[in-house]
């Protein structure tokens, strides 16, 4: 068999187990996904508890259902700009409530369309409440530098709070779930995808990948040996 022949037909077999090992990191990340969210679900299948008991916990933790009191502080919310909706454009609200015995939690009040993904008017959007219902998140460590002329940050994360809001912010936000019914009321966000991503998919592109390498060089090495013979 000559040199060259031999030479693909070796690279191709590297190419094969490289692609084969990106298969099995993508099943094990499957399996991280399903791990997660079955801790996930059991989190958002507890009964709903009120916020102050919620941080009584020595790990307040996210994926909980509670029950948000406190007063709106409309002044320092913001915008999170460049969410999308059904392929409409828009923004997220994100807005403070001063606790009593506590700082301030964020709550994003939902998704409003905006034809630039970047503004609104905010206070027609304004929602006369104390109590708010829905799922606690972590604030992500990330997130955007603010754009402080118009309240707005284009990835939501503790970088733009400190910017945007005076005073000190708990680790978990809320995202609220009630009356998402009203015209006057932001779309309420969906509860957290909890399904297992692209990782099956990739897996299987990346095994097929595999045999399409070996089944390649299979298909040289056997046409090669043809002529010779």
Do not use: C
Not at 59 to 79: C, I, K, N
Request: aromatic share 10%; charged share 20%.
């Amino acid at each position: 068999m000559p040199r060259r022949i031999v030479v693909f037909s070796v690279l191709a077999v590297v190419l094969a187990a490289v692609f084969v090992r990106f298969g099995f990191w993508q099943l094990s990340r499957l399996t991280e996904r399903r791990d997660r969210n079955a801790a996930m679900s059991s989190q958002l299948a507890q009964a709903e508890v009120p916020w102050a008991q919620l941080k009584t916990n020595s790990r307040p933790a996210a994926y909980r259902r509670v029950v948000l009191e406190g007063v709106a502080d409309t002044a320092s919310e913001f915008l999170v700009t460049g969410r999308s909706r059904n392929g409409s454009p828009g923004v997220h609200i994100i807005t403070p409530v001063r606790v009593a015995g506590d700082s301030a939690v964020l709550v994003n009040r939902g998704w409003v369309y905006a034809p630039d993904a970047a503004t609104i008017d905010l206070p027609r959007w304004r929602e006369r409440r104390t109590t708010i219902h829905g799922y606690t998140l972590r604030v992500p460590d990330d997130g955007t530098h603010a754009t402080v002329g118009t309240r707005a940050v284009r990835n939501f994360g503790f970088q733009g709070v400190r910017e945007l809001v005076a005073y000190p912010t708990s680790a978990l936000y809320v995202v609220a779930r009630d009356s998402g019914h009203i015209d006057s009321v932001p779309a309420r966000l969906p509860m957290p995808a909890l399904n297992d991503g692209p990782h099956l998919n990739y897996a299987i592109q990346w095994f097929f990948f595999a045999l399409i390498a070996l089944a390649g060089a299979g298909i040289v090495a056997r046409q090669s040996m043809s002529r010779v013979s």
